[in-house]
């Protein structure tokens, strides 16, 4: 069964939030984890969209801290679908901050990239429709996904091998 393909514009979603007291560190900052966690929500709404029903976080591919977030910024995390495959797709967030107290743009501060993996009614992988690029920087984004997911699946791979070697290495000690 093939899916009909869905543009990248899409799914794409926004979520924002100001930051309070609640989520800061203990150095005063917002804590990482309130962002994670807002790139998370925006993530899995993008995922669902284009996937058209449920779908789990499988692997956060890479966080990256750029600036720290403040007190009353108000954060604004905009993800959208770089890649799919059979029954996953990777959703790239971008997270930026502006101010409260001083007139400057909004400064770019976290960027992730997630793996998601869509579910049936019995928790089972689902097809997920194609992404269709449309702009440059959206075939950019899925050429850059494909290489990550190659590296991922390369890592995953190398880690497994190791472990067999590791215990055949073990048992053959007794």
């Given at each position: 069964?093939?899916?009909?393909?869905?543009?990248?514009?899409?799914?794409?979603?926004?979520?924002?939030?100001?930051?309070?007291?609640?989520?800061?560190?203990?150095?005063?900052?917002?804590?990482?984890?309130?962002?994670?966690?807002?790139?998370?929500?925006?993530a899995?709404?993008?995922?669902?969209?284009?996937?058209?029903?449920?779908?789990?976080?499988?692997?956060?591919?890479?966080?990256?801290?750029?600036?720290?977030?403040?007190?009353?910024?108000?954060?604004?995390?905009?993800?959208?679908?770089?890649?799919?495959?059979?029954?996953?797709?990777?959703?790239?967030?971008?997270?930026?901050?502006?101010?409260?107290?001083?007139?400057?743009?909004?400064?770019?501060?976290?960027?992730?990239?997630?793996?998601?993996?869509?579910?049936?009614?019995?928790?089972?992988?689902?097809?997920?429709?194609p992404?269709?690029?449309?702009?440059?920087?959206?075939?950019?984004?899925f050429?850059?996904?494909?290489i990550?997911?190659?590296?991922?699946?390369?890592?995953r791979?190398?880690?497994?091998?190791?472990?067999?070697?590791?215990?055949?290495?073990?048992?053959?000690?007794?």
């Amino acid at each position: 069964m093939t899916l009909e393909g869905r543009p990248t514009s899409a799914a794409q979603t926004s979520l924002s939030r100001i930051m309070t007291a609640l989520d800061t560190n203990l150095l005063g900052t917002v804590h990482g984890g309130v962002i994670m966690k807002l790139i998370d929500d925006v993530a899995g709404a993008v995922a669902q969209r284009h996937s058209g029903g449920p779908a789990v976080t499988a692997t956060m591919d890479e966080m990256t801290f750029l600036e720290p977030v403040h007190v009353g910024d108000l954060v604004h995390a905009s993800g959208r679908v770089n890649w799919t495959g059979r029954t996953s797709m990777e959703v790239g967030v971008r997270v930026v901050a502006e101010p409260w107290n001083e007139v400057r743009p909004a400064a770019a501060v976290a960027t992730a990239y997630l793996v998601f993996v869509a579910l049936d009614e019995d928790g089972a992988p689902r097809l997920v429709p194609p992404v269709l690029p449309e702009t440059e920087e959206d075939r950019r984004r899925f050429a850059e996904a494909k290489i990550r997911r190659t590296h991922r699946l390369a890592r995953r791979e190398a880690i497994l091998a190791s472990r067999r070697q590791d215990s055949a290495a073990a048992g053959g000690e007794s």
